[in-house]
């Protein structure tokens, strides 16, 4: 998934929500912009 792009889809409500467990780059530095989303759901895996 390109993360860059569900990130400004998510924050343009053109996509709904997300669930995530893997990340392009982990671990995932704190304070990545899409794990401020409040309609992403964050799970490990």
Known sequence: VDQK???D???QGRIA???LDV???EPT???EPI???DN???APH
């Open 9 to 11: 889809a998510l924050r």
């Open 29 to 31: 530095a704190a304070g």
């Open 23 to 25: 990340f392009e780059v």
């Open 40 to 42: 992403v759901l964050l």
């Open 35 to 37: 794990t401020q989303l």
């Open 17 to 19: 929500g997300a669930g």
């Open 5 to 7: 792009a569900l990130y």
